[in-house]
């Protein structure tokens, strides 16, 4: 999962959030708030299932609505 389809799925959760805010943030960060918001039981999504962040770091799942 790229940048643009982490603002996405962020986007889709937190109506309140900008694309043009998110972009100014990396994409560790993105994929950290990301897991913020799963961990809140907010979101769940099986696209980014195994999926890896720099560093090797597993992603057990990202945000839909």
Not at 7 to 20: C, F, P
Not at 27 to 56: N, P, T
């Amino acid at each position: 999962m790229n940048k643009r389809e982490l603002i996405e799925v962020i986007t889709s959760v937190n109506r309140s959030a900008t694309r043009e805010f998110l972009a100014e943030f990396s994409e560790r960060d993105l994929w950290d708030y990301v897991r913020q918001l799963e961990s809140l039981g907010l979101c769940a999504d099986d696209r980014v299932e195994g999926k890896r962040i720099a560093g090797g770091e597993p992603i057990a799942k990202a945000c839909r609505t």
